[in-house]
């Protein structure tokens, strides 16, 4: 049996030897703990915005249900307000009837300025030509492409 020689230990600057550390960890075990850390760290991002959007969500909808209340209000107060003016047209000398009948055309006028306008603004509405065209042009331009490079 011969003797092989041992490997020397490592030394330090001033000529002792370095103990060897045992419990250092391997660069696998680094990776996986800052994986798991960023995995922890992003897991607990997502409930924050979990948390937050919930808030917020429930915050739109209360203010919803309240424009909602206030329009709701508004038409039924439409109707005082509508009886209101006729009122006052009987107040000035004019007959109910014709009060109350002044206060329709009025109405059927508002109606027809209000129908006339977005029948207007409804015909004014284009398809996005300028979309169309470039998306065109850029289906051409991968079809002339694709056989291209299909044919090399």
Known sequence: MTATPATP???????GSAPRHAAEPSVGQLVSEVST?????LHGE???AKL????????????V???GAALVLLVFSLTFGLIALAEGFVALGVWRWAAYLIVFVL??????????GGVK???AVRAPEKTIAT?????????????TSGER
Not at 9 to 15: F, H, K, L, R, S
Not at 37 to 41: D, E, G, P, Y
Not at 52 to 63: D, F, Y
Not at 135 to 146: A, C, F, M, P, Q
């Open 9 to 15: 230990a490592p030394t330090t600057p001033n000529g």
């Open 135 to 147: 998306g065109r042009d850029t289906v051409e331009y991968l079809r002339s492409h694709s056989r």
């Open 37 to 41: 850390q960023i995995s922890t760290i």
């Open 52 to 63: 937050e959007l919930r808030s917020s969500v429930k915050n739109a909808g209360t203010g």
């Open 65 to 67: 249900g309240f424009f």
């Open 46 to 48: 997502i409930e924050l």
């Open 107 to 116: 109405l059927i006028a508002l109606v027809g300025a209000l129908a006339f």
């Open 121 to 123: 603004k409804v015909k």
